[in-house]
């Protein structure tokens, strides 16, 4: 690895944030291992978000990228097109990590080199958290499936790690188009090219319920809702059996439910 290759690249998007963006990066300047880039994409920002973040420019770890507003999935892109580091996590501007994530994911990741790296996250007051830790091996196909249906741990691509290379070398990137369900279609894209998922049975992320971002009451979920299918029967291919085939009918259930609850009552993804 190059010297001036990070061992890992961060990338945060951020809008309007100004005031829940600072524990987040302060949690990020404390991190037991050192040896990362922050790439910060300010998406337009009508507050003082833009500002907060030059504060954290002093740090020559850190880098700034300023665009109009495009969405959280364009941010996320154009930190991607940036990211220099072996590994590469995403976090939400309004979350925080405990100091060692970086650390621990990064270790997970070098000893399980064809895994998709997860650890159990924080939700509200709630832990969402894998059954066990450790390596996933044998169908792992149908246990994908089976999370989806179960829990919220694949969703997300804030509670996980990549590897930088798979994600260029094979154009691997959120769509733009979709402001619902896109971090599923990204994350079912990168297992494509990996052959099992490690868990941690650590809540190394918290995600703060705050009442923003994309709902279920989006204009166009449906359509939302088609494409994260397909992108799920992509990812399943020539492997779709029976019990896979029923729990995807079980999973296309459940979407249409939580669509019809959200509708009425909204909630922030997750």
Known sequence: MSINRPLVSVIIPAYNVAEKIVSLLDEIMQQTLEDWELILVDDGSTDDTLEVLEQYRSDSRVSIIAQANRGASAARNAG???????????FDSDDDVTTDILEKMVSAAKKNPGALVVCGKQVGKKKLMPDKSGLVEGNVKEHVVTSILKNGLLYSPCNKIYRTRTIQRNNITFPDSVVYGEDLIFNLAYLEHMDS??????ALYKYNLSGGGA????????????????????YIGNDMNARIAATVQLIKARWNLSVKKAQLFGRKRG
Do not use: C, D, P
């Not at 991607?80 to 995403?90: D, H, I, K, S, T």
């Not at 998922?197 to 650590?202: A, F, T």
């Open 80 to 90: 991607l097109r940036m990211a220099q580091g072996e590994y590469l996590m995403f």
């Open 197 to 202: 998922v490690y868990y941690i049975k650590q």
């Open 215 to 234: 709902s279920a009451k989006s204009k166009g979920v449906n359509e939302y809702r088609t494409k994260m299918l397909a992108a799920l029967r992509r």
